[in-house]
Nanobody, 118 residues
């Protein structure tokens, strides 16, 4: 099982980045996918979730209207489009996969750094 995030980097405030999380080793379409982030000295927090089948999304209030999660089940990949980035979005971003039925297997990626700075 692997979740591999990519697309992080340094961006100026107001800029955009698109993160990708490529999954392998499990039945991707049966998993709820989510993005989380952890800033230095802070706990990991949920950014947003996309359901397995219908692709319904929910977001943290802090990113609502700026971030968009999508998935391509044919490519076993979930994306996080981040627009209007702010310095407070600086964090390591992780993707998570959680099976949508029992047993509730769950997996984490290794994370990708996003830095928003002038």
């Amino acid at each position: 099982v692997q979740l591999v995030e990519s697309g992080g980097g340094l961006v100026q405030p107001g800029g955009s980045l698109r993160l990708s999380c490529a999954a392998s080793g499990f039945s991707f379409s049966s998993y709820i996918m989510s993005w989380h982030r952890q800033a230095p000295g802070k706990e990991r927090e949920l950014v947003g979730v996309i359901s397995s089948a219908a692709g319904v999304t929910t977001y943290a209030d802090s990113v609502k209207g700026r971030f968009t999660i999508s998935r391509d089940n044919a490519k076993n990949t979930v994306y996080l489009q981040m627009d209007s980035l702010k310095p407070e979005d600086t964090a390591v971003y992780y993707c998570n996969a959680r099976r949508d039925r029992y047993p509730r297997y769950a997996y984490w990626g290794q994370g990708t750094q996003v830095t928003v700075s002038p």
